[in-house]
């Protein structure tokens, strides 16, 4: 979502943030469009539709926005958009933070997203996961100050009881459904974002945890970062603790402004609030019958923005008629302002005029009539958006009158009133400051906070090298507290090579004893392809946690994909020396053991790498599997065993070239069978069969070099595959929609 990629003129109305609008997010005419095929009389028919429509607003700074709405009202891909996870060029519209336009290279290194799924490493601790997420985020501040960082996190956040439980999965019992949703907003808090994301944090909790949830992001919040979340069916408490609320249907505003203020908002409409019901609720249930009427939401979205009254609709649904009484000029969301509040909003956000052909015809240029009178002009203008820059002190609006204590600095509207004059209620006894959850200053000047998008830094908070290190450390890690995905491997390598030295023990100088041979290398090389398949689902489950962590410049994919090579090094080195000495001398194999065992290292090596290129581009591990074995079929099927090299048609040579079976075969080929050593004499007629004699019959090299050149090859499939996984995760494997 480049900046340049956002229309220029937007249509700019007055659900623009107030006067004492001190920071924050704005955006301008965000529309966001895809193409669906539809069956219109059996034929299929593309028709565009506008998943989200001009959609023009704010969330305020110190504040919780919350986005609501219906099922299918486009919360979630409108907190995408806002959150530069769109495609630029299928997504129109501008945002700006603080002031200053935002592209989607700068949302992500200031802001922070937590998905509905909580994508963690099993087997670390909370503290483990937190500490990690400190050496990633926290660039070169010492040990030291990470640690007091992570504990500080640690106990704002509720989870010193769980402080050393690891997070667990499915299969292993671990945290609590909340406390993973806290560790998974820790994760994204460490470095003190000033923008935070949150996709439906509430998810899948019971009413306790999910308060306890939203009560830490609100604390978060009044630390000095805008929140934005979508969020489902609020519990009352929930409500309370929610200062500013967007709410969408069918991709439309319907509202905008303080929760306190949706009961007037319906009131203007026509629609009163019964005694007992929670306004919000009720705002949601009208929105249902015109949604299911024939006007349609689109009626409610015009008053939003113009306060032309909707047309009248049944409770039932059954009916609707046009309202008889004359529009009344509102200002959605911010009633308590006046008029000269709504038209002082509209200017500063304003001010050249800019043609949108593509707007509803209702809504015309202020500057043809007067934007009070009663025809259908509304109050609107046709306006460039222009991001506020200077904004008057919120202190020095209000004079004598402070804001209560629940009330941040900047914030509007009185935070969590749903009826004047009721306290936040909070169940945590200690307080949080300002300084707890923004970066450190790293960069010297002013804090984090203050210098805005020009104190970001680099685009990654630590150097290469250092990336490196950590992600080693963390797989290190891994590796240790699920041994058994090393040992699996290394069980059936030491298993099978068992029975192998003990099916073909000392094989004989005979013909039998050269087919032995043959099948024995056969064998070891598909039993080494196929010993990597174990990680087609652990890749799989990590690639989750890797969108996650990239998404916001955590690391770089390069760094990922070295570590991750570094990393495994030596446990593939192991697990073909243990293979070699288990072989080598039950079956007195000739040529040099070193070469022997780099061939099997090697392979191992490039396996590894394809089966890892393989599960980066699969959806899920069933197809992973299938992919692996198809093409280990289509690989032994052309490694020269069956047809020799010279033999495979012209047509299928190219398979013989791709096949990276061929390479340890035949360089295991060549290094058993020494060109003039006797493999095979006939008693009858003293003919003898040399090992030259069986490499020329198999269509093998005999060159001395050419066994150094199978090894090169293994090499650069190894090299070659790593770099196609390497840029599928650099450039497939973003958390985008398209």
């Known amino acids: 979502m480049m900046a340049s990629d956002y229309r220029r003129d937007a249509v700019i109305d007055i659900t623009g943030p107030p006067p004492s609008f001190t920071g924050g997010l704005e955006f301008a005419g965000v529309t966001y469009s895809v193409t669906k095929k539809q069956e219109v009389d059996g034929k299929s028919v593309s028709q565009e539709v506008d998943l989200l429509h001009r959609i023009t607003g704010y969330a305020p700074k110190r504040c919780v926005t919350a986005v609501m709405g219906p099922s299918g009202a486009g919360k979630s891909t409108f907190l995408d958009a806002l959150a530069g996870r769109i495609a630029s060029g299928s997504l129109k519209g501008r945002v700006s933070l603080d002031g200053a336009e935002m592209s989607p290279s700068l949302i992500k290194r200031s802001s922070a997203y937590i998905m509905q799924d909580d994508r963690l490493f099993p087997m670390l601790t909370v503290y483990e996961t937190l500490m990690f997420a400190a050496d990633f985020r926290l660039g070169s501040i010492s040990r030291a100050d990470k640690k007091q960082r992570v504990e500080k996190l640690i106990e704002q956040l509720g989870l010193t009881s769980s402080r050393n439980t690891r997070i667990g999965d499915e299969g292993m019992r671990g945290v609590s459904g909340g406390e993973r949703r806290r560790v998974s907003i820790g994760v994204d808090i460490i470095h003190g974002p000033p923008l935070l994301f949150l996709d439906e944090p509430t998810s899948g909790l019971d009413s306790t945890s999910a308060h306890s949830v939203i009560e830490r992001v609100y604390h978060i919040a009044r630390a000095g970062s805008t929140v934005i979340l979508t969020i489902h069916q609020p519990s009352y408490r929930i409500q309370m603790l929610l200062d500013h609320l967007i709410i969408l249907a069918r991709g439309q505003l319907m509202f905008m402004g303080a929760p306190k203020d949706v009961a007037g908002h319906l009131g203007r409409m026509g629609r009163k609030v019964p005694t007992g019901e929670n306004s919000i609720e009720h705002l949601l249930d009208v929105i249902q019958e015109y949604d299911q009427s024939e006007v349609g939401v689109t009626a409610l979205a015009q008053f939003c923005l113009t306060g032309l009254k909707p047309p009248r609709v049944s409770s039932k649904g059954d009916q609707h008629s046009v309202s008889t009484v004359p529009p009344t000029p509102v200002v959605a969301g911010h009633h308590h302002r006046g008029l000269g509040g709504a038209l002082g909003a509209v200017e500063r956000l304003g001010g050249k005029q800019g043609g949108m052909e593509e707007f509803d015809h209702s809504v015309r240029s202020a500057s043809s009539r007067s934007p009070w009178s009663g025809s259908q002009s509304g109050i609107m203008e046709t306006l460039k958006f222009t991001p506020s820059r200077h904004r008057r002190d919120y202190h020095h609006q209000r004079g004598s009158n402070n804001p209560p204590s629940h009330l941040s600095p900047g914030c509007y509207t009185y935070s969590n009133e749903i009826l004047s004059g009721t306290p936040t209620p909070h169940s945590s006894d200690y307080t949080v400051n300002e300084g707890d959850y923004l970066t450190p200053n790293i960069l010297g000047g002013a804090p984090t906070e203050q210098v805005g998008l020009m104190g970001l830094g680099p685009n990654f908070a630590n150097s290469y090298l250092v990336e490196v290190w950590v992600l080693m450390r963390r797989n290190l890690t891994n590796i240790w507290r699920t041994p058994e995905l090393f040992l699996s491997r290394q069980m059936v390598l030491t298993v099978m090579g068992s029975m192998m030295a003990t099916m073909f023990l000392h094989p004989k100088d005979n013909p039998q004893g050269i087919t032995n041979r043959l099948s024995f290398f056969i064998f070891t090389v598909c039993l080494f392809f196929f010993s990597s398949n174990d ?204």
């Open 535 to 738: 990680a087609v689902p652990a890749f799989i489950q990590e690639r989750y946690i890797f969108i996650r962590e990239t998404s916001h410049n955590t690391y770089r994919a390069s760094s990922y994909t070295i570590a991750g090579l570094v990393t495994y090094l030596p446990f593939l080195l192991v697990q073909a020396a243990t293979y070699a000495f288990i072989v080598w001398f039950a079956l007195r194999l000739h040529g040099s053991f070193y070469y022997f065992l780099l061939v099997l290292y090697v392979s191992l090596l490039a396996t590894n790498s394809f089966v890892i290129f393989v599960s980066s581009i699969v959806p899920n591990f069933i197809l992973g599997y299938a992919s692996v074995i198809a093409f280990t079929a289509l690989f032994f099927l052309f490694c020269g065993y069956f047809l020799s090299s010279q033999a495979i048609p012209r047509g299928w040579k190219w398979m013989n070239t791709i096949s990276t079976m061929k390479y340890p075969y035949e360089g295991l080929l060549m290094n058993e069978f020494v060109k003039h050593r006797i493999f095979s004499t006939d008693p009858s007629t003293g003919l003898t069969v040399t090992g030259g004699d069986i490499l020329r019959e198999m269509s093998v090299s005999l060159e001395e070099s050419a066994k150094w050149k199978m090894v090169l090859y293994l090499l650069g499939w190894a090299v070659f595959y790593r770099i196609l996984f390497y840029l599928i995760l650099r450039f497939a494997s973003k958390n985008q929609r398209s």
